[in-house]
């Protein structure tokens, strides 16, 4: 079960976080793991686990191309295509931000997943799985938080148009929304992790390894009917207040 046996996976954002942790779980899976990202290193990350690296800034169309060109070439077309890639920006409030930081959030988070839709279907193989990055930001709002939950609902909200248009190929499009997750992005010393303990009914920060999980899931062939869902992984923040938060609360 859930095995991706002869599957090839492209994963932007491969080379930390959630897209390592989901590149290295899918090489276990069997499946042939394209891993995509900026740094100089990812070559060597990718060897340590069996992964082959193309290095490219999927902001840059061109770039993108060449990228899913050269995973097609090196494996054939694509079955499992995670649109990872991505940046955050919170703190600021809506009075206080900027736009320059938000156009460079949605050049990061939103255009540049579009492009890997819009130029990724087209080299994926029919009845293949397409997992969009979102958050659960773009369900569940927080002051500071405008820019980056405005480009995560975004991100549902392409997913479903894309799951809409790709069925016929019968190419599955899901969205995972995890809340807070140990990451480069979410160092310990991050003022979200003190709020996420005291908000999040589990008392504590996802790993990174959980998320892969959710992603293996929406994958395999196993889940072949689940289709255009944004899936929150979040510890059960969404689903209302937990006991900690009432403490507090009360308190």
Same mark, same amino acid.
Request: contains cysteine.
């Given at each position: /079960?859930?095995?991706?046996?002869?599957?090839?996976?492209?994963?932007?954002?491969?080379?930390?976080?959630?897209?390592?942790? @989901?590149?290295?779980? +899918?090489?276990?899976?069997?499946?042939?793991?394209?891993?995509?990202?900026?740094?100089?290193?990812?070559?060597?990350?990718?060897?340590? +686990?069996?992964?082959? +690296?193309? %290095?490219?800034?999927?902001?840059?169309? %061109?770039?993108?191309?060449?990228?899913?060109?050269?995973?097609? =070439?090196?494996?054939?077309?694509?079955?499992?295509? +995670?649109?990872?890639?991505?940046?955050?920006? @919170?703190?600021?409030?809506?009075? =206080?931000?900027?736009?320059? =930081?938000? %156009?460079?959030?949605?050049?990061?988070?939103?255009?540049?997943?579009?492009?890997?839709?819009?130029?990724?279907?087209?080299? /994926?193989?029919? #009845?293949?799985?397409?997992?969009?990055? !979102?958050?659960?930001? #773009?369900?569940?709002?927080?002051?500071?938080?405008? %820019?980056?939950?405005?480009?995560? !609902? *975004?991100?549902? !909200?392409? @997913?479903? !148009?894309?799951?809409?248009?790709?069925? $016929?190929?019968?190419?599955?499009?899901?969205?995972?929304?995890?809340?807070?997750?140990?990451?480069?992005?979410?160092?310990?010393?991050? $003022?979200?992790?003190?709020?996420?303990?005291?908000?999040?009914?589990?008392?504590?920060?996802?790993?990174?390894?959980?998320?892969?999980?959710?992603?293996?899931?929406?994958?395999?062939?196993?889940?072949?009917?689940?289709?255009?869902? *944004?899936? $929150?992984?979040?510890?059960? &923040?969404?689903?209302?207040?937990?006991?900690?938060?009432? =403490?507090?609360? &009360?308190?």
């Amino acid at each position: /079960m859930f095995g991706l046996d002869d599957k090839t996976a492209f994963i932007t954002g491969g080379t930390a976080g959630i897209g390592l942790a @989901t590149a290295q779980r +899918f090489c276990r899976a069997g499946a042939r793991v394209v891993i995509v990202g900026r740094r100089g290193e990812g070559k060597e990350i990718a060897a340590q +686990f069996g992964a082959h +690296f193309i %290095q490219a800034d999927v902001t840059d169309e %061109q770039q993108l191309l060449e990228a899913l060109d050269g995973a097609v =070439e090196e494996f054939g077309p694509i079955d499992i295509l +995670f649109n990872n890639a991505g940046i955050e920006n @919170t703190g600021p409030t809506i009075e =206080e931000s900027g736009n320059d =930081e938000f %156009q460079r959030l949605i050049d990061v988070d939103l255009k540049a997943p579009y492009a890997v839709l819009h130029h990724g279907a087209s080299r /994926m193989r029919d #009845g293949g799985s397409i997992i969009n990055t !979102s958050s659960v930001a #773009g369900m569940f709002q927080l002051p500071g938080y405008s %820019q980056y939950s405005a480009v995560k !609902s *975004a991100i549902i !909200s392409l @997913t479903k !148009s894309a799951a809409l248009e790709l069925a $016929p190929r019968n190419i599955r499009v899901n969205a995972i929304c995890p809340g807070s997750v140990w990451s480069e992005m979410l160092p310990p010393d991050h $003022p979200e992790v003190d709020i996420a303990k005291v908000i999040c009914p589990l008392e504590r920060i996802c790993e990174a390894e959980e998320v892969a999980a959710l992603v293996h899931f929406l994958a395999a062939d196993d889940c072949r009917y689940i289709n255009g869902a *944004a899936i $929150p992984i979040d510890g059960g &923040l969404t689903s209302g207040l937990g006991y900690p938060l009432l =403490e507090k609360i &009360l308190a």
